[in-house]
């Protein structure tokens, strides 16, 4: 006899908007869900996505995605607009129009009215024009009918990755008819693990393409080749001197880093001094060797597609416990 407290599995779609390069979509197929749809306007965010994915991609502007043309889904995902809220950016929040681009997701939400939504921004969302736009966004999910939880994860904490990156979370779930919510109560986010993975295992062992090193043709050559001394950790040029990450861990890494300067993580090889690789950027968000970069996609495009991704390993662990409340929910 089949226990009567044995819940039933269902494939519980998802439908991904601003989808990047998949970073999410990942995290959520990984857990056990399945994409349904997904939107990316960037055209080579696309060309990486296609590489990767064959579910259907909208490649268009979200503004001129029309809802009722999509397939309605379980879940909607988002990893919206970082800019106007990072401390990279100038912080106009929704004074800016991609900030903006909230209020879309809002309108997705309620002519879709998925079961649950998961956003992912910066951390910086949580404090911005003194912690009113992030009430402003809880009390916008919860009059279009979500109960929402907000959360600031560290990749190193959360992830098993060694990368210091700290992002905020908002997990959403629907009412029901009633005003009550049957999901909301058996959602807990994911407890902190312990951080086993050194940044070693993420570097390549062999000598990379010479473009990446930093000989003396380069121009702060002289400014590094006395401060960047250890291997095995990372540097970062600040401006005006050389920073050591004394944690053992990648610093954040950004969709800037292609433009060079301050937002470089440095490291000392066998080689000689160079900074990380596309590929291995890649990895400290959690993408295996088998995910496709395209050839024909500029490394300042990789940079900055892996900068705007997300930590697939994080995103798993909340869609695993995303996915549990909608089954507990829905077998009681």
């Not at 006899?1 to 999410?24: C, D, E, R």
């Not at 999901?183 to 940044?199: A, G, M, Q």
């Not at 070693?200 to 401060?227: G, T």
Request: aromatic residues 12%; contains cysteine.
């Amino acid at each position: 006899m089949k226990s009567k407290n044995k819940l039933k599995k269902n494939k519980y779609t998802v439908g991904s908007m601003y989808a990047g390069v998949g970073g999410i979509c990942l995290g959520f197929i990984k857990a056990g869900a399945e994409i349904t749809w997904a939107n990316e306007f960037d055209k080579y965010a696309c060309q990486t996505y296609k590489k990767n994915f064959s579910h259907e991609l909208r490649e268009v502007d979200v503004w001129k995605l029309n809802p009722n043309k999509l397939k309605k889904v379980d879940i909607i995902t988002a990893g919206f607009p970082c800019q106007p809220f990072s401390l990279a950016g100038y912080q106009k929040g929704f004074e800016d129009e991609r900030g903006n681009h909230f209020f879309r997701i809002l309108y997705f939400l309620n002519t879709l009215k998925p079961k649950a939504v998961f956003l992912e921004n910066v951390k910086n969302l949580n404090g911005h024009n003194n912690g009113s736009t992030i009430s402003t966004i809880k009390l916008e999910l919860e009059r279009f009918n979500y109960k929402v939880e907000i959360e600031v994860l560290n990749t190193s904490e959360y992830g098993n990755l060694p990368q210091n990156r700290e992002r905020i979370f908002i997990v959403g779930f629907r009412n029901s008819r009633n005003g009550k919510n049957p999901y909301f109560k058996h959602f807990t986010l994911p407890t902190k693990i312990k951080l086993k993975k050194t940044i070693d295992k993420f570097i390549e062992k062999q000598k990379v393409d010479e473009k990446y090193y930093y000989r003396d043709d380069k121009y702060m050559y002289e400014d590094i080749i006395n401060v960047i001394t250890q291997k095995n950790t990372f540097y970062q040029w600040r401006r005006v001197y050389v920073r050591e990450n004394k944690n053992n861990q990648c610093p954040t890494l950004t969709a800037n880093m292609g433009t060079g300067g301050h937002n470089v993580p440095l490291i000392l090889s066998e080689y000689g001094i160079r900074k990380l690789t596309p590929r291995e950027c890649f990895k400290f968000q959690g993408f295996t060797t088998s995910f496709k970069l395209p050839k024909d996609v500029s490394d300042t495009q990789l940079y900055k597609q892996v900068g705007n991704s997300v930590s697939i390993p994080v995103v798993k662990r909340i869609a695993q416990k995303i996915i549990f409340a909608l089954e507990r929910g829905e077998n009681n």
